[in-house]
Each structure stands twice: as C-alpha cells, then as structure tokens.
C-alpha cells in the first residue's frame, strides 16, 4: 500500500463483503452506520477502506502500527484471565471522529508509515504462542474497520488455544457485527458517554447503536466489560453518570464489569482539564449505589478501585494495584475461597503473573 492509492495488486488489499451498489453509481460501505458512499478511488472516513475496480476493499490487511505484550487488566478487562499477558495491535484509522481521541496518532493517522509492522494471521498466532501470550487484542484503534484482518487472526489463535480480544466503540450494523462477535471470545467496548448529543458532537457518531451492541453482547458467550472515559465538564455530571448506570443495571444486569477512566488533554480537546481522581471515585459510588457490583478506576492509582471485592462476602478476592495483582483468593473455577460465591467472568485456573510490563514486538518487515 503506497501513498493515498487503492489497488487490488498491493498484498495488503484485499476485497471485502460488506457493501453494495448504489443507483447513482456509488457503492456503499456497509461495515458501520456511517455508511460511506464511495466514487471510484476514495476511502472511507476510517480511511483504510476504499473502492477499487468497483467493490470496497479494505487496505490494511496484515499490516500494524505496532505489536506489543501488554497486562489484560490494560484493555481494560479485570473479569478475563487475569493477570495475563496479552498480545496487542491495531492498525490505522477509525470509523469515529471523538475530538479527545487519546490514540489519535494512530487512529486517525493518514499516513502510511504508521503501518510499520506487518505478520499474517497464522505468524501472529505463533508469536502469541511463543511469547506465553493467552490472548491477542485489537486495539489502540478500532477492528471494525479491520474486521477481515481481525477474524482470521482470531481463527489462527482459537486454532493454538490463545483467545481472541476486541476492544471497540461498538459502532457497527448489525449483521457485521453478528459476524464479527462469532469470532471473539472478550471485548471491552468504550461507552463514550450517554447522551446523545455528546455523542453526536464529541464522537460524530450515534449513542443508539452502541447500546444495541452492549446489548447483542448480552446474548453472547463473549465476555464484555464497558469503559466510560470521563471528561471533565462534557460527560462527567452525576445525573448522566447515574442515568448510564440505571441503563446498564436494567438492560445488562448487576454484573457487567464498568471502568470508569481518567481523561488526559489531547488531539482536539487540549484545552479541557485532566480528570480529577475525585471525579472517578464519586463515579464509583454512583455506580454502586445503582446497584452495578463490579466498578473499577483506571489511569489514576487508586488501589481499592482496581480491587475485585466477592459479592457473597464482601472480601477483596482480585487485589490489584495498578496492573500488578497482589492478592488472588478464587479457586481455579472463579469461586471465592472463603464463601464459595462464583463470581462472573472468564476467572479459569490461577492468576497469571505477567504483572505491569509492556514489551514491544518486531515482527515482519
């Protein structure tokens, strides 16, 4: 893939199924509510998505901006393999346009060089093996616009027993996203806020179609945690935390894990404050006392926010300090070893001790 060209003689374009015709001679991408209506040679708002030869391909596949071994507790997922290590990539691009984006380096990257590191399905899967990775994650920029990419991969790594992870904004159709999910064994989906005109000015996108996707997951067997990054003065109010908290509890029950993180001044939104850590922990309580068990704080040290504390008994059973666990009392069924109370989640076998690093990978070119 060279410079702002499309061509279906690149080794990373390949044709995709999501799109159709349209009267006017345009086709239409069919991957996300976006809905990008393309002439010959234009991309999509992701922008790794595009028409060529009169279909939509997607641009990127097998190419990453990076590849790093992360903690699972990153992405964040507190209730899936903990104290795992995960192996992490994304590519460039993305289907949102949020004004405070904290990875806009590369999620809204026009620049080929980005996509610096490229591996196939079947390599990445080895490496994760190899690397003593129990899962892979697509991250750092969204795989709907990926989707091609981030199933075979997926496949590759259910084939050798390692896990597949998406960490996404949820915003795509419905029968893509029904596809998609088939391929994924966790997710954490970033709700961005809730109401709908923060989503439409903040994030140019629709706060609906994420909650059909939280719900979908619901019918699942992926495992899904929700992170809300609070942004001070835009959708950090009690009366919006407590309406998204009441939305989650009726419509998902009680034991959706729900990370509430810290904003830092970026991309577009450089002149807005960093979160206090007072604003995450009062968050805490309203989602607490809204009846959701498992709330968690993240990019603030705050030790008793990243602790999992059993329902049954009310003692800390995942304790966590940052990304480092420091205490781990469930038996290798995901059982309080005091009370015997299950606690939801992928919790199988003893903690991981992968601990805080993060190690950066080279692979391919």
């Not at 075979?152 to 597949?164: K, L, P, Q, S």
């Not at 067997?221 to 990054?229: A, K, P, Q, R, Y």
């Not at 989650?248 to 990370?259: K, N, R, T, Y």
């Not at 290798?332 to 601990?355: I, K, Q």
């Amino acid at each position: 893939m060279a410079g702002d060209l499309l061509s279906l003689s690149d080794p990373y374009t390949v044709p995709t199924k999501y799109w159709h015709r349209l009267p006017d001679g345009r086709v239409q991408c069919d991957v996300c509510p976006r809905a990008c209506k393309l002439h010959e040679g234009q991309r999509g708002l992701c922008f790794v998505r595009g028409r060529v030869d009169d279909r939509v391909v997607l641009a990127s596949y097998g190419r990453s901006s990076g590849f790093c071994v992360d903690p699972i507790e990153k992405k964040p997922l507190n209730h899936f393999l903990p104290g795992s290590a995960v192996l992490s990539f994304g590519t460039a691009g993305c289907n949102l346009a949020c004004r405070f984006c904290q990875n806009w380096d590369i999620s809204k990257s026009r620049e080929i060089d980005t996509l610096s590191s490229s591996a196939s399905p079947e390599t990445l899967a080895e490496t994760a093996v190899g690397l003593g990775c129990r899962s892979v994650a697509f991250t750092y920029n969204d795989p709907v616009i990926f989707i091609e990419y981030a199933m075979d991969v997926a496949d590759a790594c259910r084939e050798r027993g390692v896990r597949a992870v998406a960490v996404s904004a949820g915003y795509m159709n419905p029968d893509p996203r029904a596809e998609f999910y088939r391929h994924m064994d966790a997710a954490n989906i970033d709700l961005k806020g809730f109401t709908e005109a923060f989503y439409s000015k903040i994030t140019f996108s629709k706060l609906p179609v994420v909650l059909e996707t939280l719900e979908y997951l619901r019918d699942t067997d992926v495992w899904f945690e929700i992170t809300t990054l609070l942004i001070p003065g835009h959708n950090d109010s009690d009366t919006e935390i407590a309406a998204e908290c009441e939305w989650l509890v009726s419509h998902l029950g009680p034991d959706v894990p729900l990370h509430f993180t810290a904003f830092h001044p970026d991309f577009k939104m450089r002149d807005v404050p960093p979160t206090p850590p007072e604003t995450l922990r009062r968050a805490r309580r309203i989602a607490r006392e809204h009846g959701l068990r498992y709330v968690y704080t993240g990019n603030v040290h705050d030790p008793d926010g990243q602790t999992t504390t059993c329902p049954g008994c009310d003692r800390p059973v995942i304790v966590r300090d940052w990304y480092v666990i420091n205490g781990y009392r469930l038996t290798d069924e995901g059982r309080c070893d005091h009370c015997g109370t299950t606690l939801p989640g992928r919790l199988e076998g003893p903690a991981g001790a992968w601990g805080a690093k993060r190690v950066p990978v080279r692979l391919g070119i």
